[in-house]
Structures are given as structure tokens and as C-alpha cells.
């Protein structure tokens, strides 16, 4: 489980689900504002850590089961706003033709109360939240960056990139949202992907081969 104390920002890390998705919490310590960054499921712990935060947007970095399976049950626990890129409703709404493809029973498609865009800007206490939308695993994925931290679903993870061999899925979308959007961001920019280990920019642009 990572910890992250900033000046300003706490950023704590859950991991859950079948296929062992990272859940960002993260918040401004100064206004206890928080978001929850893809909701792969309702665990207690998270509850119990939101407790001292009001969460305003669970922020889904695309529409996949495996990052939304929760996400009903967390916003009302949570009493947060569903985001996501509207682009992907098309996947959320679908989401029992993925979940059968793992033997996972059916689930009712989750609904959002806010659309984002290329470059859209949430502030949530004193966070700034932008969007950087990055298609290629599917059409509607995005990044979410705050500061110098990179929240980047599965478009990149650590010496890999995200399959795109689902429906929406494009390899040369996924690379060119890569190089032309990700890697114009700050070397020491610090990514947080949506499974396995946290990595940096200037890392996966010197040893990721796949890119």
C-alpha cells in the first residue's frame, strides 16, 4: 500500500478486485476535499480512511468492469459525483458483456453525474485536476494529472502499456497518446497506474519498449 504525504496533497493507494486494481484516494489536507480515482470496489478500509474527507467526484479514468465495479455502492456511500469521459459511456453501459467474459455475474451499468473532456480543469479544494485525454485502450480513456502526479488508468503502467485488443482498443491511438501527450509531461512527473507498480515519465520514456 503507498502513502503519500505532500505538502498539500495525500495520496493513498488500495488495491482490490479479481484482477487487482489500484484505487487512488486523494485529497487536500488543507480542506479536507478529496477524490477517489476508479472504483473497482466498495472495501472497507477505503471507507473507513474517506471518513475524515468529503469526497466530491470519483474520477473514473475509463469505462472498463474491472474500474467500475463499484462505483454505484461508492458513490453512495461516498455521497460523490461518477465521472468519466463520455466516449466510454458505451463500454460502462455495456458492462456485463465484459464481466462474462471472466465468469463475474451481472452487474446494473453504473450512471455518472459529470462529463469530462481534453484539458478540462476540476478543482477540488485546493487541487487542480486535469484532464488529459488519451484514447487508444479504449476510446474514452483519460489521465488525470495533479501537480506532478500522473493518474493513468491503463493507458501506461510501469514498462508496459494497455492492451488494445478489446472493444475500442486502437495500438496506434494508445501510442500516440503515449509520446504526444504523456511524454511531453515532465521527466520526474510520478505515475500512478490503474495495476501494478507506481513509475515516472522520464523512466518509461528511456526503458519501455513497447512504446
Known amino acids: 500500500m503507498v502513502v503519500l504525504h505532500g505538502e498539500k496533497m495525500i495520496i493513498k493507494q ?3 478486485g479479481q484482477l487487482e486494481n489500484n484505487i487512488y484516494f486523494v485529497a487536500d489536507e488543507a480542506t479536507k476535499k478529496a477524490v477517489l480515482i476508479d472504483a473497482s470496489s466498495n472495501i472497507p478500509e477505503l471507507i473507513e480512511f474517506a471518513k475524515e474527507y468529503d469526497v466530491e467526484y470519483i474520477l473514473l479514468t475509463h469505462g472498463h468492469f474491472d474500474h467500475i465495479m463499484g462505483l454505484t455502492s461508492l458513490k453512495q456511500a461516498l455521497n460523490a459525483q461518477a465521472v468519466i469521459n463520455k466516449d466510454d459511456l458505451v ?7 465484459f464481466t462474462r467474459l471472466f465468469g463475474l455475474p451481472d452487474n446494473i451499468p453504473p450512471t455518472y453525474e459529470k462529463y469530462v473532456k481534453d484539458d478540462d480543469v476540476l478543482k477540488v479544494g485546493n487541487l487542480e485536476i486535469k484532464v488529459i485525454a488519451t484514447p487508444g485502450h479504449t476510446e474514452g480513456g483519460v489521465c488525470y494529472l495533479i ?15 494497455g492492451r488494445t485488443d478489446l472493444f475500442g482498443g486502437n495500438f496506434k491511438k494508445l501510442s500516440d497518446s503515449i ?14 497506474p490503474g495495476h501494478g507498480d507506481m513509475t515516472t515519465i522520464g523512466f518509461e520514456k528511456k526503458y519501455n519498449e513497447l512504446i
Not at 147 to 161: P, W
Open 179 to 192: 509520446k504526444n501527450k504523456l511524454f511531453k509531461l515532465d521527466d520526474n512527473t510520478e505515475v500512478f
Open 147 to 161: 501537480g506532478n502526479k500522473l493518474f493513468s488508468g491503463d493507458t501506461l503502467f510501469k514498462g508496459s502499456v
Open 14 to 16: 488500495f488495491i482490490a
Open 91 to 97: 463500454i460502462s453501459d455495456n458492462i456485463n458483456e
